[in-house]
Each structure stands twice: as structure tokens, then as C-alpha cells.
């Protein structure tokens, strides 16, 4: 089973800010099968980012993934108020099970 | 837009079998390349992949759950169904329908059930 950890757990900063959150697989992994989501209280989650690095659909772009092998990353260039949020990477390569990250908040300052 | 739906019972007592449906609308399940799946989140927590089904019936499960867990399709309803038996507090959850996309990522969800186990 692939294990996913995420960090920061928590991360405080301010509108206008950069965001970067980190997600480390504990086997390398194709990059192909990273995805990253967006989710807020009471919502399900929102894919934003699928191969490591593709936006979906209507995802701005200051949302970027990037990464391979183990470790990945999802980058906010610059927060607006409806990013702060809690967000999750996820892994599937074929095999079960289909894993998610812990999860990072990223919480206003 | 695709949209999908989960329905069922909100409370179920311990011991007893938890089943919820999703129905698809806005595409079909037979016509679609991708796989259907549940995922759960326990209030205040984590993600937790339950199992996934393609329109054939092919079923992949979470190995953690598969003793308890059967997921179905019915594609003359549009819809697919997930079935938990012996359910205990640790099952409390949010439950979401999801269609794969690329890469097996998640791109449509459902917007959850909460399903409480409690006598």
C-alpha cells in the first residue's frame, strides 16, 4: 500500500500569500496517477489538479502541482479568500487501494 | 453536467448492514469510460477509499473493507449501490459517490450522506 503524508499540517498566511503544500509517497509512483483536491466545510471535495501537474477543468490558474518519484507539491501563487481550505493528494496506480494524503489546512493568519 | 446523488438511510443500528444508492444523471453509467466509486470521510477526519465499479461489474475494493463491502451497478436505474454489513460507530461517516477521471482521479462527487451508526 502506498502510504501518502502531507505537510504542513496546518499552514497560517494571509491573502496575497504563496502556498506551498508537499505530499510524499512512501514508493515512488508514476506522476501519472497524483491528483490533488480542494475541500470546505460541508462540501465535498473538488478535484484541482489530476497527473501531478494538469488543472481540471474551470481550476485557476494559480493552483500548479508539480513532482515526481515521491515527492509532490501544490503550489497557490497567491491566496484569495476562497482558498483557504483543507486540501488532499490522492494516489491510484491500478492496485488497490486508492490512497489519500492526511490532508493540510491552510488557515488565514 | 453530470451530476450524482446519494440517497439511503441516515441511521443505522450495529450489527446491521448499511446500504446506500447513487444515481447518475446528466450521462450514463454504460457509456462511461471511467470507474464509479465510494469514498467515505468520519466527521472531522480524513478520506477513506471504499471501492470502486465499472459499468460491467467489475469491483475493485479498499482491502481494509472488503470483507464487509459489496458495491453493484444497475444500469437500467443509472444508478450503483454500496453495501457495508456488521457496521459499528467506527462506519459513522460521510459518504460520497465519485466517477473516476484521468489517472484515476475523482472529478465528479456527489455531495454526501451522513450515515450514523448508533443504536
Known amino acids: 500500500e502506498i502510504v501518502l503524508t502531507q505537510s504542513p499540517g496546518t499552514l497560517s498566511l494571509s491573502p496575497g500569500e504563496r502556498a506551498t503544500l508537499f505530499c510524499r509517497a512512501s514508493q515512488s509512483v508514476s506522476s501519472s496517477y497524483l491528483a490533488w483536491y480542494q475541500q470546505k466545510p460541508g462540501q465535498a471535495p473538488r478535484l484541482l489538479i489530476y497527473?501531478?501537474?494538469s488543472r481540471a477543468t474551470g481550476i485557476p490558474d494559480r493552483f500548479s502541482g508539480s513532482g515526481s518519484g515521491t515527492d509532490f507539491t501544490l503550489t497557490i501563487s497567491r491566496l484569495e479568500p476562497e482558498d483557504f481550505a483543507v486540501y488532499y493528494c490522492q494516489h491510484y496506480g491500478g492496485s488497490p487501494p486508492l490512497t489519500f494524503g492526511g490532508g493540510s489546512k491552510v488557515e488565514i493568519k | 453536467q453530470l451530476q450524482l446523488q446519494e440517497s439511503g438511510p441516515g441511521l443505522v443500528k450495529p450489527s446491521e448492514t448499511l446500504s446506500l444508492a447513487c444515481t447518475v444523471s446528466?450521462?450514463?453509467?454504460?457509456?462511461?469510460?471511467?470507474?464509479w466509486g465510494w469514498i467515505r470521510q468520519p466527521p472531522g477526519t480524513g478520506l477513506e477509499w471504499i471501492g470502486h465499479i465499472y459499468f460491467t461489474g467489475t469491483t475493485h475494493y479498499n482491502p481494509s473493507l472488503e470483507s464487509r463491502v459489496t458495491i453493484s451497478v444497475d444500469t437500467s436505474k443509472n444508478q450503483f449501490s454500496l453495501k457495508l454489513t456488521s457496521v459499528t460507530a467506527a462506519d459513522t461517516a460521510f459518504y460520497y459517490c465519485?466517477?473516476?477521471?484521468?489517472?484515476?482521479?475523482?472529478?465528479?462527487w456527489g455531495q454526501g450522506t451522513l450515515v450514523t451508526v448508533s443504536s
Open positions: 465519485a466517477r473516476h477521471y484521468t489517472g484515476w482521479s475523482l472529478l465528479y
Open positions: 446528466g450521462g450514463s453509467i454504460s457509456s462511461s469510460p471511467y470507474y
Open positions: 497527473g501531478a501537474s
